[in-house]
């Protein structure tokens, strides 16, 4: 599958932002899906994740409760809602997959399939 992440910009503190991800495959509801973020000068995290159906989703600590996960099958995408936006949460965004229908969001299988990136930038 490929992915073709988009939605970043530059946004102010306490604002809000929606990442989405489009991927090109039909059987798209055959991967679980995740959103990793990447800060300069810092390891590659994963933000957050949601089973191939969206009845389980996971978040890093430090979203929990500012970011939300979803996904529309029907359209092939997933999307990631930001809200209360810190500086911290400054990075470029990279949705990804795995293959697999788990039961449960998946935070330590291998994923394989990447988006492009997307810069999101809060400013204090």
């Known amino acids: 599958v490929q992915l073709q992440a988009s939605g970043g910009g530059l946004v102010q503190a306490e604002d809000s932002l929606r990442l989405s991800c489009v991927g090109s495959?039909?059987?798209?509801?055959?991967?679980?899906l995740g959103w990793f973020r990447q800060a300069p000068g810092k390891e590659r995290e994963l933000v957050a994740a949601i089973n191939w159906i969206g009845t389980s989703t996971y978040y890093t600590n430090s979203v929990k409760g500012r970011f939300i996960i979803s996904r529309d099958n029907d359209k092939n995408t997933v999307y990631l809602q930001m809200n209360s936006l810190k500086p911290e949460d400054t990075a470029v965004y990279y949705c990804a997959a795995h293959r697999g229908r788990y039961t449960s969001a998946q935070t330590t299988v291998r994923y394989v399939y990447w988006g492009q990136g997307t810069l999101v930038t809060v400013s204090s």
């Open positions: 495959e039909g059987a798209f509801n055959s991967y679980g």
